[in-house]
């Protein structure tokens, strides 16, 4: 039991990880955006991709662990 909640543990961090990361650079492009034309289109083509690849990562981490519950629990 301990191995299943240590794994999620570990997954989670992850997905916490990516999400610290996703927002800060986020935040740059933010700040980028105020200064010309050009970097607020580059700053809306790059939000897009970090809101996609955001949603990418969390599905498969949750995937992740939704696996390595049904293997702890033999499902």
Do not use: P, Q
Not at 12 to 40: C, H, K, P, R, Y
């Amino acid at each position: 039991m301990i191995n299943l909640f240590t794994g999620i543990k570990n997954k989670l961090n992850g997905v916490i990880w990516s999400l610290l990361g996703t927002g800060t650079l986020m935040l740059m492009l933010a700040v980028l955006v105020v200064w010309t034309d050009f970097m607020l289109r580059l700053v809306c083509g790059m939000f897009f991709l970090l809101i996609a690849y955001s949603f990418i990562y969390g599905a498969w981490k949750l995937y992740a662990i939704k696996k390595d519950i049904e293997k702890h629990f033999k499902i």
